[in-house]
């Protein structure tokens, strides 16, 4: 029917299946299935990310996501190997004040999630007032490329102690407290979590007291990154009255940074866990207080601002994580394809309209070259040959089906053959009256 045979059917399919296949490949790039493992950096062993990684990766794992943590000096490592693409490091945790998004252009944030306290443990029996009175002792800083040797720089090259003055050791974490307890330094300067088993651990010791800073206030506004935190008597262990009295700490906030290029979903249940873990009340957060979706040194992730704002979304509300990117990728096909076909469809009628005038014209064309002919003086094969011509064209017309909307051109054609017809019909008694002349 219409002239179309099997051969062009096979090919309109198989057309249409490379079509799809191709649109399948591109959304593979576009849209490709996330990663199974990523690689987080967190800190040293013991370390206050380690164990924030350590509870975001038990709930990645519901979602069969393998959260890989290894382990840096802190923040400012944790930032250079998400600059570095070759390190396979996708998410790091760092705290503010060590770089932005102009330093690290390739980094993002999820937004803050917990208030970062610094502590100042000192050994002896005297109460520290003063920053400076830290002068000329043996204080653990923190290691190499951490954040927290970088706050105590900054906080304590403020108060006019430094290098030149004191012993500076870059330990840090279970070293720093080890060295602390026993005599080997003076002081160690922490950034941990006040229920971290290290700080509930020094708070208890009581060769072991906790530096209560004066002129907080002035430190924020000279760091804008640092904020002023108050640990209220009691709090540690309210029966025992540990602390004795408030103690007023600095801190700065804990962001979780990310590749810009991590995996969307990824980043979706990054965040779920984020909100999870961190919304709770804590002792210096309120509850719902954190995770942030403002981060005043780092980009923050679209994902991460629609969720804290929106909540999930739908495809991830409604259905597994391992099945939202098929769906997209569905999704944007059955768009893709729509887009397509959908003006295909509109321009169809005309096409077909067209097409079937061109065919009935091309018919109409042999009809005239037939009755072109017949002007001339034929003979008897010549006007076989057109008789034949005419059965040709006759037959084409049946074959070709005209649909019902266009059987006005079919008859019209109809009517135009059997006029011909008769026309050769009145030409082969006219050569045979001749021939019976003739003999």
């Known amino acids: 029917m219409l002239g179309i045979s099997r051969w062009f059917l096979f090919k309109v399919i198989a057309a249409s299946l490379i079509a799809v296949g191709a649109s399948s490949l591109v959304l593979l790039y576009f849209v490709p299935s996330p990663p199974s493992t990523v690689v987080t950096a967190t800190s040293q062993v013991g370390g206050g990310y380690e164990f924030l990684g350590q509870r975001y990766q038990a709930i990645l794992a519901r979602a069969g996501v393998k959260l890989e943590l290894i382990h840096t000096g802190g923040s400012s ?73 970088l706050a105590a720089a900054q906080i304590l090259g403020l108060s006019g102690v430094n290098s030149k003055n004191t012993t500076f050791s870059p330990l840090g974490g279970a070293a720093a407290v080890k060295a602390l307890k026993e005599g080997t330094v003076d002081s160690a300067f922490l950034a941990y979590s006040p229920n971290a088993p290290i700080v509930q651990s020094l708070m208890r010791d009581p060769d072991i007291r906790v530096m209560s800073l004066n002129r907080t206030e002035a430190l924020t506004r000279i760091f804008p990154h640092l904020v002023e935190l108050k640990l209220p008597e009691g709090v540690i262990d309210f029966a025992r009255n540990i602390p004795g009295s408030d103690v007023n700490l600095i801190g700065t906030t804990n962001a979780v ?30 509850a719902g207080e954190f995770p942030t979706a403002i981060d005043p040194e780092f980009d923050v992730s679209d994902v991460a601002a629609s969720f804290y704002k929106n909540g999930p979304s739908f495809l991830h509300g409604l259905l597994p994580f391992w099945l939202v990117t098929h769906v997209q990728r569905f999704l944007a096909v059955s768009f893709a394809v729509a887009a397509i076909l959908l003006p295909v469809f509109s321009y169809a009628p005309k096409m077909y309209t067209w097409f079937v005038r061109e065919r009935l014209r091309a018919l109409y064309r042999r009809l005239r070259a037939i009755e072109a002919d017949l002007q001339n003086d034929i003979s008897s094969a010549h006007l076989g040959a057109l008789e034949t011509e005419l059965q040709s064209v006759d037959r084409a017309a049946t074959i070709f089906g005209v649909p019902m909307r266009h059987s006005d051109l079919f008859f019209s054609l109809k009517v135009h053959i059997d006029l011909l017809r008769a026309r050769l019909a009145s030409r082969r008694a006219e050569l045979l009256r001749r021939e019976i002349r003739a003999a």
């Open 257 to 286: 940074l990310v590749r810009k290029d991590l995996h969307p979903h990824i980043v979706h249940l990054l965040v779920k866990a984020l909100s999870e873990e961190h919304r709770k009340p804590g002792l210096f957060e309120r």
């Open 77 to 149: 490592e944790n930032i250079k190997l998400l600059q570095d693409k070759n390190s396979g490091v996708m998410i790091g945790f760092a705290q503010g004040g060590v770089a932005n998004s102009q330093l690290a252009p390739d980094v993002m944030s999820l937004g803050r999630v917990n208030y970062q306290p610094f502590w100042l443990f000192y050994r002896g029996t005297d109460t520290l007032v003063s920053m400076q009175q830290l002068v000329a002792q043996h204080i653990a800083v923190g290691a190499e490329g951490s954040g927290t040797q």
